[in-house]
């Protein structure tokens, strides 16, 4: 402590629970501002997952079907959740069914890249599915 005080630094204790105690003769400021710099280094590098929807029809035709299937690859490629929904409006409600299908091919086209997180289901006029992606291997 006599030679930091020589110095006008601080010592600064580096690993507490060595044997003995690791510490250093610095400032302590720039310590801790380089300590809170790696840290929000960190936080910057590490993948945020978000999660992408996908709107579907009753009677959605084949080659829209595969355009907004190829998207959802695409977010699963990337990490993130995908939420694909069937959207009835009006009298559509009455092709449920039509819409379980949807969703069901959906799920089986992405298989190889994602896992079902959330059984189809109607939530008010919407049939929603939710699609993880897989760990890389």
Do not use: W
Request: positive net charge; charged residues 35%.
């Amino acid at each position: 402590m006599e030679m930091a005080q020589e110095q006008a630094l601080d010592l600064v204790e580096i690993a507490p629970n060595a044997d003995p105690p690791v510490c250093k003769i610095m400032d302590y400021g720039k310590f801790l501002y380089e300590k809170n710099k790696k840290e929000r280094d960190a936080r910057k590098k590490q993948h945020q997952t978000q999660l992408k929807e996908i709107r579907f029809r009753p009677r959605t035709d084949t080659h829209d079907f595969e355009f907004k299937a190829k998207h959802a690859r695409e977010f699963l490629m990337d990490g993130h959740k995908v939420r694909a929904y069937v959207q009835f409006r009006g009298r559509d409600i009455i092709y449920k069914e039509q819409g379980m299908l949807i969703l069901a091919r959906l799920v089986d086209a992405l298989k190889e890249v994602s896992k079902l997180d959330q059984e189809p289901r109607m939530e008010g006029r919407r049939m929603t599915a939710i699609l993880t992606p897989l760990k890389p291997k």
